[in-house]
């Protein structure tokens, strides 16, 4: 038994030894920072290293920026990441476009963005959400009648028949729910039927709903607008 | 009282440089006049903004200490802001000290500054410690009071918004590194967000690049975002991308929609770029989107960047939606061409034809021009002028000029 822990022991500390020579052996970009990209692919290339950077690289970036000790860094400042996350604008660039806060968009924003945006927010909700907190969209949806955006549960049909309500609200909310907080933040629309409290009490939570770790997190202030 | 602090905050912006006389300074400056028109409302508009952005460094013999500092000041000429006594505004995006090897191994960063964990990302107010090497691992810890920009331009958050977190990862193994996070996020003290998330990119043999992440939803007990894709060159002029993601809505615990039934989004993704030559470069690619309950749609987008000579630039691009909420096509392109060394002209077209599943057609263009100068190496000059052409205008004019200054 003695044996098998000192062999154990001597195998955790050489894998140490080994595990720490190869995380300090890693390479800083900072040398290579005014580098083009053609330069940089050519030489990752060559060490058999796939290339980033190319055309699609703004969707791609996400999950490369994410890590610790990202190579980032090494070539941007934080601006270069807060010019399009937050709109800043201190980076020169032709390219982008104000919004109509006088504020630059990124370039994935093109042509009427206000315009076509109800299209394309729908391709990955999230993100939307990478840059946007929810307020954002209130701010101008709070200030638009409903009949303007023709949503298809808000629709009337025929001369006499409301909205298409009963058939459609239900699978436009559970597809595309943030759609419903962007003019109702309260949710103040959706209780006067889902509530615990009134009317037709008709519940909203999904199937096997356990809300004990949101009711604890939110001090039950959630629970308690319906209950 | 905030806003005070914001100008007090650029104000010091401009100052530390001028007091740290032995460091080494940078600072780029960027004075601009923008005029555009706010949609909403139909109001043109006006404003001076100035953005700053400064780094100071060597403030130690061993230069592990530095200082970078980034904001802006905007005041703007329309008549509802004077009235509204918001004609001048500031925002700071980050103001923070970096000190490399605290003692060793670790790093310190206090401040603003912006933090990004797998299982989450914010600007805060507060600190992050970096430990590096012990042994095969790193362990990031970081909160502070989570900063938010709201639609007005102002910050808004209060001392009891925060953000906190904490990684550890690894690059035991070569080439690859992978991250698990916690992060939580409090509204008002109660526990808004409470997340964890893992990130796995490795560099494989051939030009193969794997990469993955997840962040499951503790709260709401779901996983909120799944991704895997893989990176493959099999030549080297071209790289294919296989990606598959999917997500499912999640909400503050704050927040009544935490409490709803949702779908999971999925979505397949192929693309593939290829260098024809150094000049020449092409790429495509397609996604399927399913939404649930039987709703799908598809995307597409090819488009090629090309320098037919050394001077001119040329980037075209289409693409096209179809399927669930409506159909949409767009091209853009746009061009580049340096007269002198110093001076450079370009122009742009987006064009995007759509129709929601509700909506009459409708047809959104844009039309851009713009130019540089550069007078030396601290003076440049940049101009840009746009012509918006939709359903509620025939002609809008908006545009930016600036003049920025490195020094």
């Known amino acids: 038994m003695k044996k098998q822990v000192t062999v ?11 595990a720490f020579q190869l995380v300090a052996a890693k390479t800083s970009h900072i040398d290579y920072r005014d ?10 290339q060559g060490d058999g290293i796939s290339p980033n950077h190319g055309a699609l690289w703004v969707r791609e970036h996400r999950a490369f920026a994410v890590k610790a000790g990202a190579n980032c860094a090494d070539c941007h400042d934080q601006s270069f990441c807060l ?46 959400y990478r840059c946007h907190d929810a307020t954002f969209c209130f701010d101008c949806h709070s200030r638009q009648k409903s009949n303007t955006m023709n949503i298809k549960s808000h629709v009337k049909t025929f001369v006499g028949q409301d909205f298409i309500w009963n058939s459609e609200h239900s699978r436009e909310a559970r597809r595309n729910l943030q759609a419903c907080q962007s003019c109702h933040p309260e949710g103040d629309v959706c209780l006067q039927c889902h509530s615990a409290k009134q009317a037709v009490r008709v519940n909203p939570h999904p199937k096997g709903w356990d809300g004990s770790k949101l009711k604890s997190a ?5 629970c308690r607008v319906c209950h | 009282m905030r806003r005070t602090c914001l100008l007090l905050s650029l104000a010091l912006l401009l100052v530390l440089p001028l007091a740290a006389e032995a460091a080494d300074m940078r600072a780029t400056s960027s004075t601009q006049f923008l005029w555009f028109n706010d949609s909403l409302s139909g109001q ?22 530095t200082i970078h500092g980034y904001g802006r000041g905007t005041y703007s000429l329309a008549d509802d802001a004077a009235e509204s006594d918001e004609e001048l505004l500031g925002r700071l995006y980050y103001f923070y000290l970096d000190y490399r090897d605290v003692v060793q191994n670790v790093d310190l960063v206090a401040g603003r ?47 009891d918004d925060s953000f906190m977190g904490a990684g550890i990862s690894t690059d035991v193994i070569k080439l690859t590194h992978i991250e698990a996070a916690y992060a939580r996020k409090t509204d008002d003290s109660d526990v808004a967000r409470e997340t964890v998330g893992i990130t796995i990119t490795t560099y494989l043999p051939k030009r193969i690049a794997v990469y993955g992440e997840a962040k499951y939803d503790l709260l709401s007990e779901t996983t909120s975002e799944l991704l895997a894709g893989i990176k493959f060159s099999p030549l080297e002029r071209l790289t294919l991308t296989g990606e598959y993601y999917q997500s499912y809505p999640t909400f503050d615990a704050t927040s009544i929609y935490s409490v709803f039934a949702v779908n999971q989004y999925q979505e397949s993704l192929i693309k593939a770029e290829y260098a024809l030559t150094e000049d020449y ?9 399913d939404f649930d309950d039987g709703e799908d749609a598809n995307r597409y987008e090819a488009g090629i960047a090309a320098r037919p000579i050394a001077d001119l630039a040329l980037n075209v691009s289409y693409d096209r939606r179809n399927g669930y909420g409506g159909e949409l096509s767009g091209i853009r392109f746009n061009g580049r061409y340096s007269v002198t060394s110093k001076t450079a002209v370009s122009a742009g077209i987006d064009w995007d034809d759509f129709r929601r599943e509700t909506f009459e057609d409708e047809t959104v263009k844009k039309y851009w021009v713009g130019g540089t100068h550069r007078f030396n190496e601290t003076i440049s000059l940049m101009v840009r002028a746009e012509d918006n052409v939709n359903v509620k205008y025939d002609q809008q004019y908006q545009g930016v000029a600036t003049v920025n200054a490195e020094f």
């Open chain 1, 8 to 18: 154990a022991g001597l195998a955790v500390v050489g894998f140490l030894i080994i």
């Open chain 1, 35 to 44: 580098m083009k990209i053609a330069e940089c692919t050519a030489c990752h």
């Open chain 1, 83 to 128: 010019d399009c996350h937050t709109g800043g604008g201190i980076e020169p660039d032709l390219t982008r476009s104000l919004s109509r806060r006088g504020e630059y968009m990124p370039k994935s924003h093109r042509s009427d963005w206000i315009s076509i945006h109800a299209l394309n927010r729908l391709d990955n909700l999230q993100s939307c």
């Open chain 1, 218 to 222: 939110s001090g039950e202030r959630t």
């Open chain 2, 44 to 65: 043109d508009d006006e404003m001076f903004a100035e953005y700053l952005k400064m780094s100071i460094t060597k403030l130690n013999q061993e230069n592990t200490i």
């Open chain 2, 113 to 159: 500054h912006f933090v990004n964990l797998p299982a989450g990302s914010a600007l805060i107010d507060g600190a992050t410690v970096n430990i590096r090497n012990i042994g095969p691992i790193g362990l990031r810890l970081l909160g502070g009071r989570n900063v938010l920009f709201s639609g007005d331009r102002n910050e808004i958050g209060g001392s």
């Open chain 2, 281 to 289: 470069k092409l790429f495509m690619s397609y996604a399927a989107e």
